[in-house]
């Protein structure tokens, strides 16, 4: 009988690949098989040390809530996916991966949500808006952010408050300058700054159904109101006091309207006019603006 050599070459070899593959798996699987417990677990968060958000210890806290904690569990009883659905269901928690090692390890790899800005509405919410516009709730961490007071409802929030935030977040004068911005109950917009005892009134921002619409005109709108207002600071301010003024009506864009501290009403105190550009701006002390000033700034309890 002739022998088939390369069949039975291609038999041997399929065998010893069989023989080795059944190997290799149950090399793998030995330590799970041998019940081979979880010794370590790593948490990585980014920007622990910077947001402030979460902490080893919270997400800890999370898994051992919810009975998921993988220490001192065998190993082929973790499901690495379990406790990653879990975690990305966490309201300060972008990203979750969490795989386990042949050492006996399981790490766990988290990316935090970024909080841009801070409500505080008149309604007593408070909250974070994060920079994809979502809501982040109250913590107990604090984090060095502009907060927004007043008459803000959510969906307002997403959708202005956010816009506002984006292009002054752009600046690092107006980043540095601005602390508080203050929604009035007809949705006119004051901005609270670090520097001078001040308010500003920008007025309303453009209202606009179509997002990429809103969003240009928001941007427009802030950065025509935010350069008239610095060159204020500049050749009005800088001049006069900081302090000289308490309210800044820069709403209109052919003239910017101050009314004096009450410090500077005084006879000596004349209405005065100083040109910025195309800008008048009337510092009469009894002029009042249109709008429903506040004499002293909010703060960030107001509310």
């Known amino acids: 009988m002739k022998i088939n050599w390369r069949r039975t070459t291609y038999i041997v070899l399929d065998s010893i690949l069989a023989v080795y593959l059944l190997l290799a798996i149950t090399a793998f699987n030995k ?7 979880c010794e370590e677990v790593v948490i990585n968060i ?29 190993l082929k009883f973790i499901n ?25 390890k399981v790490f766990i790899e988290i990316t935090q949500r970024t909080p841009i800005i801070r409500i505080k509405s008149i309604n007593g919410e408070d909250y974070y808006i994060d920079d994809k516009g979502g809501i982040m709730p109250n913590s107990k961490y604090t984090s060095d952010l502009i907060i927004a007071t007043g008459y803000i409802t959510k969906p307002f929030a997403r959708t202005y408050i956010t816009l506002l935030i984006d292009h ?7 980043r540095n300058q601005i602390e508080q911005i203050n929604v009035l109950q007809d949705q006119s917009i004051e901005i609270v700054p670090r520097v001078g005892d001040h308010i500003v009134l920008i007025g309303k921002l453009p209202n606009y159904r179509s997002n990429d619409r809103r969003s240009k005109e928001v941007e427009e709108f802030i950065t025509r109101k935010l350069e008239r207002l610095e060159k204020f600071y500049k050749y009005g301010l800088s001049q006069v006091g900081w302090n000289r003024y308490k309210y800044i009506n820069i709403e209109f864009d052919n003239q910017i309207i101050c009314k004096r501290n009450s410090a500077y009403n005084d006879s000596q105190h004349k209405p005065e006019a100083v040109e910025i550009e195309t800008d008048s701006v009337s510092a009469d002390s009894t002029k009042q603006s249109n709008k429903p000033a506040a004499d002293n700034k909010p703060t960030n309890n107001q509310q």
């Open 31 to 37: 330590p799970e098989d041998k019940g081979q417990l």
């Open 46 to 74: 980014s920007d622990e040390s910077t947001n402030g958000f979460l902490t080893s210890d919270e997400i800890k806290r999370i898994l051992v809530d919810k009975k998921l904690y993988p220490k001192n569990q065998p």
């Open 80 to 104: 690495p996916r379990s406790i990653e659905e879990l975690l990305k269901v966490t309201p300060f928690v972008n990203t979750a991966q969490c795989y386990k090692t042949e050492g006996g």
């Open 168 to 174: 002054i977040m752009k600046s690092d004068f107006w």
